[in-house]
Structures are given as C-alpha cells and as structure tokens.
C-alpha cells in the first residue's frame, strides 16, 4: 500500500535479462533473506553492517530462534522513557554479546542492536547508541 518492492517468496522484482531484486517491505535484501531465511546464521546476521538489513534480516530469522541459538538471558529492562511508551529489554548473550532490543518509536519497527558489556541498563544502551561515547553513561533512573 506505500508503494514499496516487497515480496515473500521470491523476487520484489525481475527483468528479462536475469537481473532480479529482493526487498521487503522496501528494504533491499540478499536472495536468501527472501527465499531461503532457515539457512541464514548468526554470524551473517552479525556481520551486517545496515541496521536496516540486519532488522529484516532477523525478523526473517526469528527473534525467538535468534535468542535461543544465542542463549541469550535478560539482563534488564524498562520502558521507553521518550516518545510512545514501549519495553525495551538488554540481552546477553552466551558468547558475551550485550542486545538491546526496542522499538522504534516513529515506526514501529523493532530493532536489536549490539552494545557494549560495560552497559548496565536499557537507558544506557539507548545513550550509548546516541552518542557513541562511553563516557556519557548515565546511571539509570
């Protein structure tokens, strides 16, 4: 309905030469995200560098499964302080890798991203992926 290359089995779009495109919804991804998510691993998902991608990449995934291959545990949560209120959890992983997961306020999407283990709280990985600086931790409230 917004116009966007989007599909779920194949394809977003396909010429007569070969040349193909897969998207979904909008997003352009590799082959496989579309048509094959059950052989995508963790480390593809890791190595991506669009957050993007790598959101639709794990939602074709699943975050269920991503989290029990990664034996993932809570380490905190809270609810988004700015914009519409959501939860937001931070995750660890077995091969110590901290995960915030939240949601986009403005989209709706859900995103998982890495932050360092030196966070704590759900409120200092949502100010370390704002800043990028360690230094502006701030204690949680």
């Known amino acids: 309905e917004q116009r966007r290359l989007h599909s779920s089995t194949g394809p977003a779009m396909a010429f007569t030469d070969g040349y193909a495109l897969w998207a979904w919804h909008g997003v352009l991804v590799q082959q496989a995200v579309i048509e094959a998510p059950e052989t995508l691993t963790i480390a593809q998902i890791r190595a991506q560098k669009d957050t993007e991608v790598q959101r639709v990449m794990i939602e074709r995934f699943g975050w269920d499964r991503l989290m029990e291959e990664e034996g993932a545990r809570l380490i905190a949560a809270d609810t988004e302080p700015v914009g519409a209120p ?56």
Not at 92 to 103: F, M, Q, R, V
Request: with cysteine.
């Open 86 to 141: 959501g939860l937001r959890g931070l995750f660890g992983t077995h091969d110590g890798h901290w995960i915030l997961a939240c949601c986009c306020a403005s989209t709706g999407r859900m995103y998982h991203l890495e932050v360092p283990t030196e966070i704590e709280t759900c409120q200092q990985a949502a100010n370390w992926l704002a800043t990028g600086e360690t230094k502006y931790l701030l204690a949680a409230t």
